[in-house]
């Protein structure tokens, strides 16, 4: 069944019905016609918390931008336009998702170089930016003038947590219009994954255990490693019974996120490396093939540098992932603890809430939860993971 181009976008029909008014604008613009004023405007910023959808809502838009459907409403999911958008090589679109820690300005300027082309197809010059909170100051800056003298016929897309200005600066935000998307509801991610193929109760469980998270959930219904990752990680609250666990559980943690950073680019890694030595004329026996050996050091050290700073991203989000399961375990302990009529993050582990509930005091289990956030930021402020991560549960042991 054809859910068009929207059909992704989970638990977000407010938004939806936006940027089908705005797609539909646009083809108006594109057709010679006159829409509505401010129907369609050249800065969109999408927000929302993590695993709302904000990428896939930016996508999903460019795609109806891009649909060529004559009889349907823009974005029917069926023509080139909608097809290669969504999978990524439609020629006028462009998706800049940061693989390291930033998004350097070296990378943005040639990609607001590139925007200023016309579009190829006759429509629309997308750029979607999927982490603009992750702009450092000179990129930001670099995206601001094009932002404040877009082309004709070029679209921002701009995907960040909030549109605070710790998240993007108060100049790009108010060229923006903003699309605020909320967290989808238990029901709506179930019923994604649903038509997606997953067993209604394995659906149900993955949407109630993901926070919110829609990719989260897809992960946890589809993939066993990510579910005995989850199950490692929540155990280790009732584990801590001694001081020597601290070690043992830190130990189990780093590795494990060191194995997804690994696991997630070794082959990547290799296969980028010998992508540039061949073309620096590695294996060559020319009368130039010294030469361009000695200057592919240069180039193998730069690629060295950005595979490195990937790793770490990877390793970072997996930790955190973790992190943000055990703060959410925490919280329902409180719950728990209160008798708070509210629902329970992990509810396949309420036993494990009541049992910690009934042994701390509520005082107890709030340091807890406490020394959890702090290492996310002591994380963020690039402490080192071991370190940060044994004084948290060394935290946890001892209440």
């Not at 896939?56 to 004559?70: K, M, N, P, Y």
């Amino acid at each position: 069944m054809n859910r068009g181009v929207w059909g992704d976008v989970v638990g977000q029909p407010e938004a939806v019905e936006v940027l089908s008014a705005a797609a539909e604008a646009a083809a108006s613009i594109v057709a010679g016609g006159s829409p509505a004023p401010g129907a369609m405007t050249h800065a969109w910023l999408f927000t929302g918390p993590p695993g709302s959808g904000r990428s896939v809502a930016a996508r999903a838009f460019a795609a109806a931008l891009q649909c060529t459907a004559v009889d349907d409403r823009p974005g029917c999911g069926s023509c080139a336009g909608c097809h290669t958008t969504l999978a990524g090589t439609h020629a006028d679109v462009r998706v800049v998702a940061p693989e390291g820690l930033s998004i350097s300005v070296a990378e943005m300027r040639s990609l607001v170089q590139v925007s200023a082309r016309r579009p190829t197809s006759g429509r629309w010059q997308v750029v979607i930016i999927a982490d603009a909170d992750r702009l450092t100051e000179g990129a930001a800056n670099a995206l601001l003038k094009a932002v404040e003298e877009p082309p004709a016929r070029t679209v921002f897309l701009l995907c960040a947590p909030s549109d605070h200005p710790d998240d993007v600066s108060v100049t790009i935000r108010s060229r923006c219009r903003i699309v605020s998307l909320a967290t989808p509801r238990t029901a709506s991610i179930a019923a994604a994954l649903e038509v997606e193929g997953v067993a209604p109760e394995v659906a149900s469980w993955a949407a109630s255990v993901c926070g919110g998270h829609v990719g989260r959930a897809r992960r946890l219904a589809t993939d066993e490693q990510s579910r005995a990752r989850r199950e490692a990680v929540l155990r280790i609250p009732m584990a801590l019974r001694r001081p020597a666990d601290i070690f043992t559980c830190a130990d189990q943690l780093v590795s494990a996120a060191e194995g997804d950073a690994q696991t997630a680019n070794e082959g990547r890694d290799q296969a980028e490396r010998e992508a540039l030595e061949t073309a620096m004329g590695a294996g060559g026996t020319g009368k130039g093939t010294a030469a361009a050996t000695r200057g592919a050091k240069g180039a193998l050290k730069d690629l060295e540098k950005r595979q490195k700073s990937r790793a770490t991203r990877t390793q970072r989000d997996s930790l955190d992932q973790a992190l943000v399961d055990l703060a959410a375990f925490y919280r329902d302990v409180l719950v728990t603890a209160t008798g708070a009529p509210a629902v329970l993050n992990h509810p396949d582990r309420a036993e494990d809430a009541r049992a910690a509930a009934s042994s701390w005091t509520p005082e107890s289990a709030l340091r807890r939860l406490e020394a959890v956030l702090d290492c996310r930021t002591a994380l963020e402020l690039n402490v080192k993971p071991r370190i940060a991560i044994e004084a948290m549960l060394t935290t946890l042991q001892r209440g």
